[in-house]
């Protein structure tokens, strides 16, 4: 029976690779035969970055079993601290995919550190409450990017809170300016970057569950009590599936930002949050491959209903209650488990 859960994950798993290698090809062979629209062209990269979003929120929300809606303030941190330093590396690192690279690492180490500081009071709460003060924390940070400032000049980063101190000498630059966010960016973020980011991603989450202590988290998730009677230290595991989901969310959030000539905080504000745990619930919890058709399904419908104006958000609406309800119905699963081939009567 393990044997058989064992190749049950291993193929899906290779399923998920497989769409994702399969989506970037065929999207490639499209835009250069030049059948993909420039607005389609421009979402590429917002639909990885969410597509990470969702996987990494899924590791709290699906493995962990803690509901998280704060999780777009990590995509700002890493978003502004991926930025500033692509920024301050224009001049010492002139190859835009290196300087890309070290904006992902930048920001996810940032996130990591702010979702380690984070999960330090949050973690010690469960069910509404922990979703309560997630919530809070993701407004807080929020907030202090708004009245942040960072300038760069040759005597160093200068930072200053609620106004703008910072001094700069003469040929510094202020980067981040508070409320106005910083603008000026130069995209460098690509398609190419964000199909390798998920790949990424999905391999730590991957390897990640199937560990030792991604074991230890579900067993956690599942019955806490039963867990820590045989010696699982809750704190640290959940902290450990906390900030790799943080780190993950500010690298996503460096690549969508440098996507963008300006980017502001209240980009990364609670509805955010929520659009990301929508994409979660409706792929289903634990479900990295639901994860990525939902962002994906979810992020281009906006687009693709635009041109019925008012109504694109109603019918938006209408059509995340009836698939919710679709995926909800009994009967329905029920006719799906029928049509799927009977493999597991036959290996049992």
Known sequence: MKKLLSNRNLR??????????????????????????????GMLVPICAYVVMAISLNLTVGVLGELSLGHAGFMSVGAFMGVTAAISLQNAVPAPGLRLLIALIVGAVFAAVIGFLVGIPVLRLKGDYLAIVTLAFGEIIKS???????GLDANGFHVSLLQDRTNLAQGGRLILGGPMGISGIQKISTFLAGVILILVCLFVIFNYVNSRT?????????????????????????????VL????????????ALNYSTVV???????TSILVLVFVVLGGLGNMFGSILAATALTILPEVLREFQDYRMLIYAVVLILVMLGTNNAKLKSLFEKLRPRRREEQS
Do not use: C, P, W
Request: charged share 10%; glycine share 10%; no cysteine.
């Open 12 to 41: 899906s798993q290779i399923l998920t690779y497989g769409f994702v290698i399969a989506a970037f090809v065929v999207l490639q062979l499209v835009a250069a035969g030049g059948g993909m629209s420039s607005s389609l062209k």
């Open 144 to 150: 202090i990017f708004n009245n942040l400032y960072i």
């Open 214 to 242: 991604g074991r230890a988290v579900m067993a956690l998730r599942d019955n806490r009590i039963a867990a820590e009677s045989i010696g699982i230290s809750a704190t640290r595991h959940k902290m450990t599936a906390f």
């Open 245 to 256: 989901s943080a780190a993950m969310a500010g690298a996503a959030g460096a690549l969508f």
């Open 265 to 271: 905080a209240n980009k990364f504000d609670f509805n």
